[in-house]
């Protein structure tokens, strides 16, 4: 498979550059290491801010705003907003982001806002300066934080997006996109689901048209829709239905249900590599009975 460019969170895994001087262990991102090919950053330590370090927060002040350590009362926002344009500038072909949760720079969303520095209140919450600055330039590209990895279906979405992603970057730089939508088509339909919208990889606006129907995956009423068309009615189909059997089971079984062997060779089978795929019983070896 290509290796995806994936944008992360310095201190998720590899470098102990948070406040307090530590890293966070991430079970994704280790298991992701031979699969991608990390870009690694800390925002708050790229303006020198040193590690460790009092933490900063973000400010509303008179409807700005502004983020402070607050602590020592040093304002960085001017600092912080010229890195992220900086190394947005340079940062060059990348397929997906994973960023540290809470964090004031690097949060995607949910991140408290205070009105004003000790002891005042939180009075809205948004996305942290450095993540927000990237999703608005990468808006539509797997971006997520690394605590809500922790979800099977988050991941597998993330996972799925991510490495589709690296697919048609790569596919583009070869001038390839005839052959890769011919082996993704299979994976674009099951996220187009039932929108009437047709993708066309001769189209300029194709990889726009593919962030918009990746956004989220499809509900689990448009995905027995989606098997219907290929393996018909059947009792496995009615067990989804009515969530006695979950969404791997069921691509499971279809492929020993499905008439045109063909389309097993689709990236919808394995859109991403295997060793990735979470375990269907984490704790089958651990004994309840002792």
Not at 193 to 205: C, H, I, P, Q, S
Request: net charge positive; charged share 30%.
């Amino acid at each position: 498979m290509v290796k995806p460019k994936l944008l992360i969170s310095a201190c998720l895994e590899f470098e102990k550059v948070r406040y307090n001087g530590q890293s966070i262990p991430s079970e994704t991102v280790r298991a992701l290491s031979p699969f991608v090919e990390f870009i690694k950053v800390c925002p708050e330590f790229e303006i020198g801010l040193g590690v460790p370090r009092e933490p900063i927060r973000i400010v509303k002040k008179g409807g700005e705003y502004r983020l402070i350590q607050h602590n020592t009362n040093l304002d960085v926002t001017d600092a912080m907003n010229g890195f992220s344009e900086k190394f947005i500038k340079n940062l060059g072909s990348v397929d997906g982001f994973i960023f540290k949760s809470k964090s004031p720079t690097m949060g995607v969303k949910n991140i408290k806002v205070y009105s004003g520095m000790k002891g005042s209140p939180v009075v809205e919450r948004c996305g942290g300066f450095f993540a927000s600055a990237i999703s608005e330039k990468y808006a539509g590209y797997p971006i997520e934080e690394e605590d809500r990895l922790r979800n099977r279906q988050i991941r597998d979405h993330f996972l799925t997006k991510l490495f589709l992603f690296a697919r048609y970057r790569d596919a583009k730089d070869k001038g390839a996109l005839e052959e890769f939508h011919r082996a993704n088509e299979l994976l674009i339909n099951f996220y187009r689901g039932n929108k009437a919208v047709e993708l066309n990889f001769r189209d300029k606006g194709y990889f726009e048209m593919l962030k918009e129907i990746t956004e989220k995956p499809p509900s689990y009423r448009e995905i027995a829709d989606f098997f219907r068309k290929i393996i018909g009615d059947n009792e496995i189909l009615e067990r989804y239905l009515n969530n006695k059997v979950g969404f791997e089971a069921l691509k499971e079984v279809s492929k020993l249900l499905i008439s045109d062997k063909s389309l097993l060779e689709q990236t919808f089978y394995e859109p991403y590599p295997k060793l990735l795929i979470e375990n269907a019983e984490p704790d089958r070896e651990k004994d309840y009975w002792k």
